[in-house]
């Protein structure tokens, strides 16, 4: 018996051997080595893509020629996955190697485009969209969207400085209005109205830029300037995926204004029998313009971003951290970026619960009067030391208006602590009979503290000729400012708040009939905002410095007489709301007929009681030539589509919240039982009739594929039309309450031509090279000024108010003339006696001491508006090195170089710094520097905006999957006939092309970055 059990044992423990060892061999066979290659649907590899065995932790990363290992068994998933492609699995069979196609995701395909409430493929788009990728967009030192966008995009004009605080003018198909700037309403992620300051630019996985009426017309009342709509990256299902980003970057004047060294102002007072103050004449040779500037500026940026996700949900998260100084001392920006993007699906994937959050947390150090600083570092004398002998400041108090530049900046503060914290809710339904709900809820708080000290030091001004150096504009003049100084230190402090929540509904049904495609979208939208939320308050006569604005009660106004406590302006506090309804209808035949309709229907409480609702309807149709029968015998055209666009949209820019309504506001004191108390009247009248400003798009274009795809592009010709222009004007305190009072009149108009090409010059396995074009034509006219006041047909306005220069005006809004129409003097040369001329209108000359007259001896000089725009982007690659250079041009616009103007103004040599060009000028000509065409010059240039050379490392260290090192340039040459700064002059606003002595130095910068996956 027992040894019947002991054999019965054996065979059951040989039995258990056997299984185990054939269970090892079936798992050494399971875990065979997998290779495969994945590339997208051109053939391209795909690098960074995750590759995951399904049920368990074993994965691998694509390099990047998109070849993969992994161990896995016969019968398993791969999960391959990708931030920017579909999710695709893979069931293994007896093969050991697997070439992998991945089909781009809606928000990443090149043909597929974000729109307002939905997304659309671009072949099926009946209107005009641009959308650019990441790697489309400009590289740098940036943290502004407009600088992402510039040169890129034909028909939106940017225009930057190199104030690293100061955001890019933005405009698209010229200046819509007189009223305001006219920048594009963004749309983050869905959230309409989102701050761009809360996106980093590493995050951004593509732009879609709206401009016709038909594609903007869904936003209503915010989409007359076009619409910018940006989205995120989001996660992918499959393992975490990490990825950082890095560069550190140096940056350098590139450019600077030409003017007198101590030896070239010395021969020229000389050579006019002249001669300095002793008090100036310090026998130095000092470069003012490099005094308040860094020489070198660092610029370092840090993103770390993780990515991932399981069957029923996504998830991506980022931190970025951006440093950037300026080139002028103490201008700097730090920003830090946290966002989290979460997708989780529910009910057998039928309900997707989206949340996105961002915080962006910024910290500004600006300029302390920085326009003020820019032109006494440009008037200073070379011959004047910074510094006495004892290291106090130089100061010469008896020239009037003559101040240390750099005293004024070292001895002053001037910073702004702002957060952006924006939060996105959606849920998505997918409801039977194709229709899909969706309802969002956006929340956007914006905080700041302001802080400014201007130090003891500035006691020793005076008061009385310390004038500040605005930026022009309408009204806008040079104004006294040394009030605000106090008395042994002067402080202020203020904090706001602003915020608004939108709510937004909307049902979509999709649906297909044989031939026939429907796509109809219907919705409703609440938004409230409120703003200026917070306090104001001021303080002077401190102890000590030390302390700066950051503790006002040390101060001790109480002890200086007449001092007021600065509380702010009246206004500052906000409310509004924007009710909307909305629906769209995009119907098809046969993919080849397209139609789109919309309408939106908005209402404002920022407009009168009696005008607060606006309609703006928008029409598009399409045909998509190529798809036709007669074209199917041919291979020279792939894609042939025409389009047809009208629609109007609205806007409010410009218009205060109570601007239809009576306000009353401070003006002086009166005596009221011995003591003087704040006088109050009404400083605007109310206008119940303040209606929506409206803007008319006429659009048709071409978009093409020839060449067998090498070469396709677009073709877009527009008309737009602005009417019921929203402006302020002053009439008589005896028509209306105040003499001021915002109103509708007036119409102006734009028209133009867009042309984008995009080659594949070359495509092969190793080599290739991608250029794109894009160029512009705008045409910008003002057609009416008329209003329910006034019948004028112009406006006079830029009064830069240099030496000599009292009274001159710059520009005009002049019926028939674009916004910023140079109007001014006719420079004629100079006389036998050396002394200018100019052209008077009744057909004579100024002779002798004569000086024309302002306003009536003015001529039409051109125009600020360019011409042509212009962006040329190449890529090429070979291998694994790539070489990208970008050229960026703008083309037939005027610049009215008054600083020019005011450094030649030769009567003065003696006590100001004069530019190289006035040599010839003698002191004797007391209107050499008069505004005149003379200062007008060619706005034109070329510049090589940017060039990086990368390479890829194909064998990279264990823990990092992909690795690419690269080095870009920025700004690397101009080419240009303007003598100024840079000929980028703002474009955007009412004044464009006025360069006067506030231009912020723009740089040339060289970045060092690194790209890299982690395992």
Do not use: C
């Not at 190793?766 to 003002?782: E, F, G, Q, R």
């Not at 070489?883 to 103004?905: H, P």
């Amino acid at each position: 018996m027992f040894n019947l059990l002991k054999m019965r044992n054996a065979k059951k423990h040989s039995i258990s051997l056997l299984v185990l060892l054939f269970s090892l061999v079936l798992s050494a066979q399971a875990q065979r080595e997998v290779k495969g290659k994945v590339t997208d649907e051109k053939g391209q590899p795909v690098p960074a893509a995750s590759v995951t065995v399904k049920g368990t932790r074993v994965g691998a990363t694509t390099s990047n020629d998109g070849t993969f290992t992994v161990k896995a068994a016969v019968g398993s998933t791969l999960i391959i996955s990708n931030v920017s492609f579909e999710t695709k699995e893979l069931i293994l069979t007896s093969e050991t190697f697997y070439s992998i196609t991945l089909t781009q995701t809606a928000s990443s395909m090149s043909d597929v485009v974000v729109v307002g409430y939905g997304k659309s493929n671009k072949k099926n788009l009946s209107t005009s969209v641009t959308t650019l990728r990441p790697g489309d967009l400009n590289r740098g030192a940036i943290a502004d969207i407009g600088q992402l966008l510039q040169g890129k995009v034909a028909g939106l004009n940017i225009s930057s400085s190199g104030d690293p605080n100061r955001p890019a003018a933005v405009i698209l198909r010229g200046a819509s209005t007189v009223n305001s700037p006219g920048a594009p309403f963004y749309v983050i992620d869905g959230m309409p109205g989102a701050d761009i300051n809360s996106v980093a630019p590493d995050d951004i996985a593509s732009i879609d830029v709206l401009k016709d009426a038909a594609a903007t017309a869904i936003y209503g009342n915010r989409a007359a300037n076009g619409v910018i709509m940006i989205s995120t990256k989001k996660g992918r299902k499959g393992n975490v995926q990490t990825t950082y980003s890095g560069y550190f970057g140096v940056e350098n004047v590139s450019s600077r204004l030409d003017l007198m060294n101590a030896a070239q102002h010395r021969s020229f007072l000389a050579s006019n029998a002249l001669a300095y103050n002793p008090i100036d004449d310090q026998n130095g040779n000092t470069d003012w313009q490099a005094a308040i500037q860094r020489s070198t500026a660092i610029s370092h940026n840090h993103n770390l971003s993780f990515s991932g996700g399981g069957e029923h949900n996504t998830y991506s998260a980022s931190l970025n951290y951006f440093d950037k100084e300026g080139i002028l001392v103490k201008s700097r920006l730090r920003r830090v970026i946290a966002r989290l993007n979460i997708e989780q699906y529910a009910l057998n994937d039928k309900v997707k619960f989206s949340l996105g959050v961002t915080n962006s947390n910024n910290n500004a150090n600006y300029v302390p009067l920085q326009n003020v600083a820019l032109l006494q570092a440009a008037k200073h004398l070379p011959v004047n030391n910074i510094k006495n002998p004892d290291g106090t400041y130089f100061e010469n108090l008896t020239i009037p208006g003559y101040f240390n530049p750099l005293a004024i900046i070292n001895n002053a503060s001037d910073d702004t602590k702002y957060n952006i914290l924006t939060a996105n809710f959606n849920t998505e339904v997918k409801l039977p009979f194709d229709l899909t709900y969706n309802a969002a809820v956006s929340v956007q708080k914006t905080t700041s503290m302001h802080g400014e000290y201007y130090g003891s030091y500035y006691g020793r001004y005076p008061t009385s000729n310390f004038y500040n150096n605005p930026d022009p504009g309408i009204g806008i003049a040079h104004t006294l400012i040394g009030g605000l100084f106090g008395v042994n230190g002067s402080a202020f402090r203020n904090a706001y708040q602003n915020s608004f929540t939108t709510f937004e509904t909307f049902l979509t049904w999709n649906r297909k009939f044989g031939n026939h495609g429907l796509t109809a979208v219907a919705g409703y939208a609440l938004q409230e905002n409120s703003n200026g939320e917070g306090f104001r308050s001021s303080s002077t006569n401190f102890l000590t410095d030390d302390v700066g604005y950051n503790n006002l009660a040390l101060g001790n106004p109480y002890g200086i007489p007449n001092y007021r406590i600065d509380l702010g302006p009246t206004g500052v506090y906000s409310k509004t709301r924007l009710i909307s309804d909305f629906g769209r209808v995009n119907y098809s035949f046969m993919n080849k007929y397209l139609l789109q309709a919309s309408i939106r229907r908005d209402g404002s409480s920022v407009f009168g009681t009696n005008t607060r609702w606006g309609y703006f309807p928008s029409a598009s149709v399409a045909w998509r030539i190529s798809d036709e029968a007669f074209m199917k015998s041919q291979d020279f055209v792939s894609d042939l589509k025409l389009r047809l666009s009208y629609g109007i949209s609205g806007n409010s820019g410009g218009v205060g919240p109570y601007n239809s309504q009576l306000i009353y506001g401070l003006r002086g004191t009166y005596y009221n039982n011995g003591v003087f108390d704040n006088a109050i009247v009404p400083a605007q009248s109310s206008n119940p009739d303040l209606k929506w400003e409206e803007i008319a798009t006429l659009n048709a274009g071409i978009d093409f594929t020839i060449w067998k795809n090498k070469l396709s592009g677009t073709l877009d010709y527009y008309k737009k039309k602005t009417t019921d222009m929203l402006f302020g004007i002053s009439v008589s305190p005896t028509i209306v309450p105040g003499g001021y009072i915002i109103v509708n009149g007036g119409s102006l108009e734009n028209k133009g031509v867009e042309l984008s090409l995009t080659a594949n010059v070359l495509n092969t396995r190793d080599l290739s090279w991608t250029s794109t074009l894009n160029m512009a034509h705008n045409k910008n006219v003002i057609t009416s000024l008329s209003n329910p006041f006034t019948n004028g047909d112009s406006t006079r306005y830029s009064s830069p108010e240099g030496p000599g220069q009292s009274g001159s005006s710059l520009q005009i809004l002049k019926v028939g003339y674009p916004i910023g129409q140079f109007f001014t003097l006719s420079y004629d040369g100079k006389d036998a006696n050396g002394i200018s001329q100019f052209n008077k209108r009744d057909g004579s000359k100024t002779s002798g001491g004569a000086f024309p007259t302002i306003g009536t001896d003015y001529w039409y000089m051109g125009s600020p508006q360019p011409k042509i725009l212009m962006g040329w982007n190449n890529t090429i690659r070979y291998k694994n090195v790539d070489l990208n250079f970008f050229l960026r041009g703008v083309f037939g616009n005027k610049i009215f170089n008054a600083t020019r103007a005011d450094l030649s103004y030769v009567t003065a040599a003696s006590v100001n710094n004069l530019v190289v060009t006035a040599a010839d000028d003698k002191v004797t000509d007391n209107k050499n520097s008069l505004y005149s065409n003379r200062y007008i010059e060619s706005g034109s240039y070329v510049r090589m905006d940017n060039a990086t050379l990368s390479y890829s490392f194909k064998n990279v260290v264990s823990g990092i999957s992909n690795l690419r090192v690269y080095v870009t340039g920025n700004n690397l040459f101009t080419i240009t006939r303007y003598s100024g700064i840079d000929p980028e002059i703002n474009q955007g606003g009412i004044a464009p092309g006025i360069d006067y002595n506030n231009f912020f130095p723009k740089t040339r910068t060289f970045l060092f970055g690194i790209n890299m996956t982690l395992k």
